[in-house]
Nanobody, 115 residues
């Protein structure tokens, strides 16, 4: 069992930056593929980024070049550095841990980009 707790969301102006964190409890954090998803009001939950156990990263086209995912296995934490934020980035951001049939979600953290 893995529990995920996101933090770091908030209100930021367009062009600003935020760093989201996702702290995982439980054992063997390093074997999980970690990811970030987001869900805007009235829309489906969309994939944002993934980092594998080996450190390979992938990004949705909408955030490529602006967001950076990273992980610190010693701290059981995954991060999402978000730069050059746009109003369309406004959403609840969810952390995800995945291993074979195991799939865990955090409770989400709100990110609002507005002037």
């Amino acid at each position: 069992q893995v529990q995920l707790v996101e933090s770091g969301g908030g209100l930021v102006q367009p062009g600003g930056s935020l760093r989201l964190s996702c702290a995982a409890s439980g054992s063997f954090f390093n074997v999980y593929t970690m990811g970030w998803y987001r869900q805007a009001p009235g829309k489906q939950r969309d994939w944002v980024s993934t980092i594998t156990t080996g450190g390979t990263t992938n990004y949705a086209d909408s955030v490529k070049g602006r967001f950076t995912i990273s992980r610190d296995n010693a701290k059981n934490t995954v991060y999402l550095q978000m730069n050059s934020l746009k109003p369309e980035d406004t959403a609840v951001y969810y952390c995800n841990a995945r291993l074979l049939r195991q799939n865990y979600w955090g409770q989400g953290t709100q990110v609002t980009v507005s002037s």
